[in-house]
């Protein structure tokens, strides 16, 4: 069993930058995946972020890409999402996900484990 807790979201302005962090409890995922989502109203969850078991691989969504970096602390149990010149269009819940397992890492469908989700709002 793995519980993710997500740091609270915030109210930012067009252009400013945020740092989200996801703490697992439990048993530790140290080899797991870890992943980012997020969802906007009327839309679908969509994949942000994802980053291997030891930090080295990450990839990126085409909308995040030279703005968002994801990182991890295996020591912490911890994975963060460093948000930088963030946009309105990133207005979305965003969910931390772990424990990879299908046919594509980049779909919501293959984690098994979830964040309860954080409110990031973009105001211009």
């Known amino acids: 069993q793995v519980q993710l807790v997500e740091s609270e979201g915030r109210l930012v302005q067009a252009g400013d930058s945020l740092r989200l962090s996801c703490v697992a409890s439990?048993?530790?995922?140290?080899?797991?995946?870890m992943a980012w989502f997020r969802q906007a109203p009327g839309k679908e969850r969509e994949f942000v972020s994802l980053?291997?078991?030891?930090?080295?691989?990450?990839n990126y969504a085409d909308s995040v890409k030279g703005r968002f970096t994801i990182s991890r602390d295996n020591a912490k149990n911890t994975v963060y999402l460093q948000m930088n010149i963030l946009k309105p269009e990133d207005t979305a819940a965003y969910y931390c996900?772990?424990?990879?397992?299908?046919?594509?890492?980049?779909?919501?469908?293959?984690?098994?484990?979830w964040g309860q989700g954080t409110q990031v709002t973009v105001s211009s």
């Open positions: 996900a772990a424990e990879f397992s299908g046919a594509s890492m980049w779909s919501p469908r293959s984690y098994y484990y």
């Open positions: 980053i291997n078991w030891n930090g080295v691989v990450t």
């Open positions: 439990g048993r530790t995922v140290s080899r797991s995946t």
